[in-house]
Protein backbone atom coordinates (compact mmCIF):
# COMPACT_ATOMS: atom_id res chain seq x y z
CA UNK A 1 0.00 0.00 0.00
CA UNK A 2 0.91 3.57 -0.97
CA UNK A 3 0.57 6.31 1.51
CA UNK A 4 0.53 9.67 0.03
CA UNK A 5 1.63 11.16 3.67
CA UNK A 6 0.42 15.16 2.36
CA UNK A 7 -3.22 13.60 2.06
CA UNK A 8 -3.71 11.29 4.99
CA UNK A 9 -7.82 10.39 5.47
CA UNK A 10 -8.84 11.16 8.99
CA UNK A 11 -9.23 7.06 9.66
CA UNK A 12 -5.43 6.98 7.64
CA UNK A 13 -4.20 8.92 10.19
CA UNK A 14 -5.88 7.11 13.09
CA UNK A 15 -4.48 3.74 12.03
CA UNK A 16 -1.02 5.13 11.86
CA UNK A 17 -1.57 6.92 15.27
CA UNK A 18 -3.13 3.97 16.92
CA UNK A 19 -0.31 1.43 15.27
CA UNK A 20 2.69 3.31 16.96
CA UNK A 21 1.09 3.98 20.00
CA UNK A 22 0.72 0.09 19.85
CA UNK A 23 4.13 -0.71 19.35
CA UNK A 24 5.27 1.82 21.87
CA UNK A 25 3.56 0.27 24.66
CA UNK A 26 4.44 -3.42 23.56
CA UNK A 27 8.41 -2.23 23.43
CA UNK A 28 7.46 -0.91 27.19
CA UNK A 29 6.05 -4.03 27.73
CA UNK A 30 8.87 -6.27 26.89
CA UNK A 31 11.22 -3.75 28.72
CA UNK A 32 8.78 -4.06 31.98
CA UNK A 33 9.02 -7.73 31.87
CA UNK A 34 12.79 -8.78 30.48
CA UNK A 35 14.78 -7.51 33.73
CA UNK A 36 15.17 -11.48 34.95
CA UNK A 37 17.96 -12.26 36.90
CA UNK A 38 21.14 -14.06 34.77
CA UNK A 39 23.34 -15.48 37.38
CA UNK A 40 22.12 -18.98 39.44
CA UNK A 41 24.30 -20.46 42.58
CA UNK A 42 24.35 -23.84 43.61
CA UNK A 43 22.47 -23.96 46.58
CA UNK A 44 22.81 -27.41 47.70
CA UNK A 45 23.12 -27.77 51.59
CA UNK A 46 21.68 -24.45 51.86
CA UNK A 47 18.22 -24.00 54.22
CA UNK A 48 15.53 -21.23 52.97
CA UNK A 49 13.18 -20.28 54.62
CA UNK A 50 10.42 -18.23 52.41
CA UNK A 51 7.22 -16.72 54.02
CA UNK A 52 3.84 -16.21 51.76
CA UNK A 53 5.22 -18.95 49.43
CA UNK A 54 2.38 -21.20 48.92
CA UNK A 55 1.37 -18.80 45.91
CA UNK A 56 3.04 -15.81 43.99
CA UNK A 57 5.87 -14.02 44.03
CA UNK A 58 6.35 -16.53 47.41
CA UNK A 59 6.08 -19.63 45.73
CA UNK A 60 8.47 -18.90 42.59
CA UNK A 61 11.01 -18.21 44.83
CA UNK A 62 10.60 -21.21 46.96
CA UNK A 63 10.43 -23.09 43.19
CA UNK A 64 13.37 -21.78 42.17
CA UNK A 65 15.49 -22.31 45.67
CA UNK A 66 14.63 -26.08 45.13
CA UNK A 67 15.48 -26.62 42.27
CA UNK A 68 19.14 -24.98 42.80
CA UNK A 69 19.63 -27.25 45.40
CA UNK A 70 18.19 -25.97 48.95
CA UNK A 71 16.23 -27.21 51.14
CA UNK A 72 13.54 -24.91 51.32
CA UNK A 73 10.69 -24.23 54.06
CA UNK A 74 7.12 -23.04 52.74
CA UNK A 75 6.17 -20.70 55.91
CA UNK A 76 2.49 -20.42 55.32
CA UNK A 77 -0.65 -20.23 57.50
CA UNK A 78 -2.87 -22.77 55.56
CA UNK A 79 -1.29 -26.15 55.28
CA UNK A 80 -4.29 -26.70 52.86
CA UNK A 81 -4.08 -24.28 50.76
CA UNK A 82 0.13 -24.83 50.83
CA UNK A 83 -0.33 -28.72 49.39
CA UNK A 84 -0.81 -27.55 46.02
CA UNK A 85 2.56 -25.62 46.08
CA UNK A 86 4.29 -28.20 48.14
CA UNK A 87 3.44 -31.15 46.25
CA UNK A 88 4.15 -29.38 42.74
CA UNK A 89 8.31 -28.31 44.26
CA UNK A 90 8.30 -31.78 45.54
CA UNK A 91 7.16 -33.19 42.19
CA UNK A 92 10.40 -30.90 40.62
CA UNK A 93 12.86 -31.92 43.27
CA UNK A 94 12.25 -34.53 45.60
CA UNK A 95 11.59 -34.14 49.38
CA UNK A 96 13.73 -30.52 49.05
CA UNK A 97 9.83 -28.60 50.23
CA UNK A 98 8.57 -28.87 53.87
CA UNK A 99 5.51 -26.92 54.93
CA UNK A 100 5.65 -25.42 58.59
CA UNK A 101 3.05 -23.28 59.70
CA UNK A 102 3.45 -19.64 60.24
CA UNK A 103 0.83 -17.16 60.68
CA UNK A 104 2.75 -13.84 60.90
CA UNK A 105 -0.68 -12.10 62.46
CA UNK A 106 0.17 -13.48 65.39
CA UNK A 107 2.72 -14.08 67.34
CA UNK A 108 2.42 -16.99 69.33
CA UNK A 109 2.38 -18.66 65.90
CA UNK A 110 5.81 -16.88 64.92
CA UNK A 111 7.17 -18.12 68.42
CA UNK A 112 5.71 -22.06 67.40
CA UNK A 113 6.99 -21.81 64.32
CA UNK A 114 10.68 -20.65 65.11
CA UNK A 115 11.04 -23.49 67.82
CA UNK A 116 9.80 -26.20 65.25
CA UNK A 117 12.09 -25.15 63.10
CA UNK A 118 14.86 -24.91 65.28
CA UNK A 119 13.57 -28.43 66.47
CA UNK A 120 14.90 -29.57 62.96
CA UNK A 121 17.90 -27.21 61.69
CA UNK A 122 20.32 -26.09 63.17
CA UNK A 123 21.19 -22.86 60.48
CA UNK A 124 19.48 -20.80 58.15
CA UNK A 125 21.10 -19.13 54.95
CA UNK A 126 18.53 -17.36 53.80
CA UNK A 127 15.19 -16.05 54.84
CA UNK A 128 12.96 -14.51 52.85
CA UNK A 129 10.26 -11.99 54.22
CA UNK A 130 8.19 -11.95 51.31
CA UNK A 131 4.44 -12.33 52.93
CA UNK A 132 2.16 -9.21 52.90
CA UNK A 133 -1.83 -8.70 53.05
CA UNK A 134 -4.26 -5.83 52.06
CA UNK A 135 -6.87 -5.13 53.35
CA UNK A 136 -9.88 -2.68 52.83
CA UNK A 137 -11.23 -2.29 56.40
CA UNK A 138 -9.49 -1.50 59.04
CA UNK A 139 -9.00 -5.18 61.24
CA UNK A 140 -6.70 -5.92 63.86
CA UNK A 141 -4.08 -8.95 64.24
CA UNK A 142 -4.39 -11.16 67.50
CA UNK A 143 -1.91 -9.05 69.45
CA UNK A 144 -3.78 -5.83 68.59
CA UNK A 145 -1.65 -4.11 65.66
CA UNK A 146 -3.66 -2.92 62.70
CA UNK A 147 -3.05 -5.96 60.84
CA UNK A 148 -1.08 -4.42 57.35
CA UNK A 149 1.62 -3.08 59.31
CA UNK A 150 1.21 -6.29 62.18
CA UNK A 151 1.45 -9.17 59.14
CA UNK A 152 4.15 -7.42 57.11
CA UNK A 153 6.50 -5.24 59.10
CA UNK A 154 5.85 -6.86 63.23
CA UNK A 155 5.66 -10.43 62.42
CA UNK A 156 8.69 -10.76 60.18
CA UNK A 157 10.65 -8.54 62.58
CA UNK A 158 9.84 -10.90 65.53
CA UNK A 159 10.90 -14.11 63.27
CA UNK A 160 14.12 -12.91 61.56
CA UNK A 161 15.06 -11.68 65.70
CA UNK A 162 14.07 -15.22 66.86
CA UNK A 163 16.07 -17.16 63.91
CA UNK A 164 19.12 -14.39 64.74
CA UNK A 165 21.24 -17.50 65.81
CA UNK A 166 20.17 -19.95 63.21
CA UNK A 167 20.91 -17.31 60.30
CA UNK A 168 24.71 -16.93 62.33
CA UNK A 169 25.09 -20.46 62.57
CA UNK A 170 25.83 -20.21 58.14
CA UNK A 171 28.50 -19.50 57.03
CA UNK A 172 27.00 -16.58 55.39
CA UNK A 173 23.48 -15.20 55.43
CA UNK A 174 21.55 -13.38 53.76
CA UNK A 175 17.74 -11.72 55.25
CA UNK A 176 15.85 -10.82 51.70
CA UNK A 177 12.80 -8.13 52.90
CA UNK A 178 10.12 -8.11 49.70
CA UNK A 179 8.98 -4.30 49.91
CA UNK A 180 7.42 -1.97 47.56
CA UNK A 181 7.62 1.23 45.12
CA UNK A 182 4.07 1.51 47.39
CA UNK A 183 6.97 2.91 50.04
CA UNK A 184 7.07 6.45 48.31
CA UNK A 185 3.35 6.87 48.09
CA UNK A 186 2.82 7.62 51.81
CA UNK A 187 4.83 7.43 55.38
CA UNK A 188 5.12 6.32 58.50
CA UNK A 189 3.32 7.65 61.51
CA UNK A 190 4.96 6.58 64.52
CA UNK A 191 2.26 8.40 66.95
CA UNK A 192 -0.54 6.50 65.56
CA UNK A 193 0.80 3.08 63.32
CA UNK A 194 -1.88 1.75 64.03
CA UNK A 195 -4.64 3.92 62.55
CA UNK A 196 -6.38 4.91 65.67
CA UNK A 197 -6.27 8.30 65.28
CA UNK A 198 -6.61 8.80 61.62
CA UNK A 199 -9.15 7.63 59.42
CA UNK A 200 -7.40 4.17 57.92
CA UNK A 201 -7.12 4.16 54.26
CA UNK A 202 -5.79 1.09 52.81
CA UNK A 203 -3.03 2.03 50.96
CA UNK A 204 -1.53 4.66 53.33
CA UNK A 205 -1.45 1.47 55.79
CA UNK A 206 0.10 -0.84 52.97
CA UNK A 207 2.50 2.29 52.10
CA UNK A 208 3.36 2.33 55.72
CA UNK A 209 4.10 -1.33 56.16
CA UNK A 210 6.16 -1.13 53.37
CA UNK A 211 8.12 1.45 54.48
CA UNK A 212 9.01 -0.19 57.89
CA UNK A 213 10.21 -3.55 55.24
CA UNK A 214 13.01 -1.13 54.36
CA UNK A 215 13.32 0.81 57.81
CA UNK A 216 13.69 -2.63 59.37
CA UNK A 217 16.34 -3.85 56.40
CA UNK A 218 18.43 -0.85 57.38
CA UNK A 219 18.69 -1.26 60.69
CA UNK A 220 19.22 -5.08 60.53
CA UNK A 221 22.22 -4.33 58.66
CA UNK A 222 23.60 -1.68 60.99
CA UNK A 223 23.39 -4.20 64.13
CA UNK A 224 24.44 -7.17 61.47
CA UNK A 225 27.59 -4.73 60.70
CA UNK A 226 28.43 -3.95 64.59
CA UNK A 227 28.06 -7.51 65.63
CA UNK A 228 30.85 -8.15 62.64
CA UNK A 229 28.74 -10.89 61.36
CA UNK A 230 29.17 -12.76 57.63
CA UNK A 231 25.11 -11.50 56.78
CA UNK A 232 23.59 -9.19 54.34
CA UNK A 233 20.23 -7.32 54.87
CA UNK A 234 18.42 -6.17 51.77
CA UNK A 235 14.93 -4.81 50.60
CA UNK A 236 13.70 -5.01 46.87
CA UNK A 237 10.71 -3.95 45.07
CA UNK A 238 9.26 -7.06 42.59
CA UNK A 239 7.92 -4.68 40.40
CA UNK A 240 3.92 -4.77 39.32
CA UNK A 241 3.05 -8.58 39.54
CA UNK A 242 -0.44 -10.92 38.45
CA UNK A 243 -0.95 -12.20 41.14
CA UNK A 244 -3.73 -12.44 44.26
CA UNK A 245 -2.45 -9.83 46.82
CA UNK A 246 -6.07 -8.12 45.75
CA UNK A 247 -7.90 -11.19 47.03
CA UNK A 248 -9.74 -9.07 49.85
CA UNK A 249 -11.02 -6.37 47.64
CA UNK A 250 -14.40 -5.41 47.20
CA UNK A 251 -16.74 -6.63 44.46
CA UNK A 252 -16.66 -3.14 42.23
CA UNK A 253 -12.63 -3.23 42.64
CA UNK A 254 -12.54 -6.93 41.13
CA UNK A 255 -14.69 -5.76 38.31
CA UNK A 256 -12.89 -2.82 37.62
CA UNK A 257 -9.70 -4.87 37.96
CA UNK A 258 -11.27 -7.73 35.61
CA UNK A 259 -12.30 -4.65 32.61
CA UNK A 260 -8.61 -3.54 33.15
CA UNK A 261 -7.01 -6.57 33.26
CA UNK A 262 -6.26 -6.72 29.21
CA UNK A 263 -4.28 -3.48 29.59
CA UNK A 264 -2.67 -4.52 33.38
CA UNK A 265 -1.67 -7.52 31.55
CA UNK A 266 0.64 -5.59 29.18
CA UNK A 267 2.41 -3.49 31.74
CA UNK A 268 2.48 -6.41 34.73
CA UNK A 269 4.83 -9.03 35.29
CA UNK A 270 3.92 -12.83 35.57
CA UNK A 271 4.75 -14.41 39.80
CA UNK A 272 7.99 -15.99 37.80
CA UNK A 273 9.22 -12.75 36.19
CA UNK A 274 8.18 -10.54 39.83
CA UNK A 275 10.53 -13.16 41.61
CA UNK A 276 13.33 -12.02 39.56
CA UNK A 277 14.38 -9.37 42.03
CA UNK A 278 14.56 -11.73 44.86
CA UNK A 279 15.90 -14.35 42.80
CA UNK A 280 18.71 -11.18 42.05
CA UNK A 281 19.46 -11.21 45.93
CA UNK A 282 19.55 -14.57 46.48
CA UNK A 283 21.86 -15.70 43.41
CA UNK A 284 24.00 -12.39 42.97
CA UNK A 285 27.79 -12.82 44.68
CA UNK A 286 27.23 -12.00 48.20
CA UNK A 287 30.43 -9.33 48.38
CA UNK A 288 28.74 -7.50 44.76
CA UNK A 289 25.13 -6.93 46.92
CA UNK A 290 25.09 -3.60 49.09
CA UNK A 291 24.65 -4.12 52.64
CA UNK A 292 21.24 -2.64 53.54
CA UNK A 293 20.34 -1.63 49.95
CA UNK A 294 16.61 -1.41 48.31
CA UNK A 295 16.68 -3.27 44.64
CA UNK A 296 13.96 -3.28 42.15
CA UNK A 297 14.60 -4.71 38.65
CA UNK A 298 17.64 -6.23 39.66
CA UNK A 299 19.47 -3.15 40.32
CA UNK A 300 20.35 -1.50 43.68
CA UNK A 301 17.94 2.18 43.21
CA UNK A 302 17.40 4.72 45.87
CA UNK A 303 14.69 5.20 48.17
CA UNK A 304 12.07 6.96 47.55
CA UNK A 305 10.91 8.48 50.44
CA UNK A 306 12.30 11.17 52.54
CA UNK A 307 11.06 9.45 56.10
CA UNK A 308 13.77 6.66 55.19
CA UNK A 309 16.58 7.90 57.42
CA UNK A 310 18.75 6.02 60.15
CA UNK A 311 17.39 7.85 62.91
CA UNK A 312 13.81 6.28 61.87
CA UNK A 313 14.75 2.86 61.28
CA UNK A 314 16.51 3.05 64.87
CA UNK A 315 13.30 4.30 66.06
CA UNK A 316 11.08 1.58 64.65
CA UNK A 317 13.40 -1.13 65.68
CA UNK A 318 13.29 0.21 69.41
CA UNK A 319 9.24 0.65 68.72
CA UNK A 320 8.67 -2.82 67.38
CA UNK A 321 11.58 -4.64 69.97
CA UNK A 322 8.97 -3.52 73.18
CA UNK A 323 5.42 -4.23 70.60
CA UNK A 324 6.55 -7.89 70.17
CA UNK A 325 8.06 -7.94 73.48
CA UNK A 326 11.33 -9.20 72.12
N1 LIG B 1 1.94 -8.19 43.29
C1 LIG B 1 2.49 -7.00 43.19
O1 LIG B 1 2.24 -6.25 42.21
C2 LIG B 1 3.44 -6.51 44.23
C3 LIG B 1 4.01 -5.23 44.07
C4 LIG B 1 4.90 -4.76 45.02
C5 LIG B 1 5.23 -5.56 46.10
N2 LIG B 1 4.68 -6.80 46.24
C6 LIG B 1 5.07 -7.60 47.41
O2 LIG B 1 5.42 -8.90 47.00
C7 LIG B 1 5.21 -9.82 48.09
C8 LIG B 1 4.47 -11.04 47.59
O3 LIG B 1 3.19 -10.64 47.17
P1 LIG B 1 2.40 -11.36 45.98
O4 LIG B 1 2.11 -10.34 44.98
O5 LIG B 1 3.06 -12.61 45.60
O6 LIG B 1 1.01 -11.61 46.72
P2 LIG B 1 0.20 -12.94 47.07
O7 LIG B 1 0.20 -13.84 45.88
O8 LIG B 1 -1.07 -12.46 47.63
O9 LIG B 1 1.08 -13.59 48.19
C9 LIG B 1 1.09 -13.11 49.51
C10 LIG B 1 1.45 -14.23 50.42
O10 LIG B 1 1.46 -13.73 51.76
C11 LIG B 1 0.76 -14.66 52.56
N3 LIG B 1 0.24 -14.09 53.80
C12 LIG B 1 -0.69 -13.12 53.96
N4 LIG B 1 -0.97 -12.97 55.26
C13 LIG B 1 -0.22 -13.86 55.93
C14 LIG B 1 -0.07 -14.20 57.30
N5 LIG B 1 -0.79 -13.61 58.27
N6 LIG B 1 0.81 -15.17 57.63
C15 LIG B 1 1.51 -15.80 56.68
N7 LIG B 1 1.42 -15.55 55.38
C16 LIG B 1 0.56 -14.58 55.01
C17 LIG B 1 -0.36 -15.16 51.67
O11 LIG B 1 -0.91 -16.34 52.23
P3 LIG B 1 -2.47 -16.74 52.02
O12 LIG B 1 -2.54 -17.36 50.66
O13 LIG B 1 -2.72 -17.68 53.13
O14 LIG B 1 -3.26 -15.46 52.12
C18 LIG B 1 0.42 -15.38 50.39
O15 LIG B 1 1.09 -16.60 50.44
C19 LIG B 1 4.46 -9.02 49.16
O16 LIG B 1 5.38 -8.62 50.15
C20 LIG B 1 3.95 -7.79 48.42
O17 LIG B 1 3.82 -6.67 49.26
C21 LIG B 1 3.79 -7.28 45.33
Known sequence: MNLDFQNLTYSQIFILAFGFIFAILLLLSFYIKTRANK???NLSGQIVIVTGSNTGIGFETAKDCALNGAK?????????????????????????????????????????????????????????????????????????????????????????????????????????????????????????????????????????SKIANILFTINLQKRIDQQKLNGISVSLHPGTVRTDISRNQNPLFRVLYTLAYPLFYLFSKSPNQGAQTTLYCIHEDFDKLVKGAYYSDCKKQNFGNKCITEENAQKLWDLSTKLVKL
Do not use: W
Open 72 to 208: VILACRDQKRTQPALESINQLCPNQAEFIRLDLGDLSSVRLFVNEFKSKYNKLDLLINNAAIILPERNLTKDGFETQIGTNHFGHFLLTNLLMDQLKAAPQFRVINVSSLAHTFSTIDFDDLHFEKRSYKQFEAYAQ
Open 39 to 41: KFR
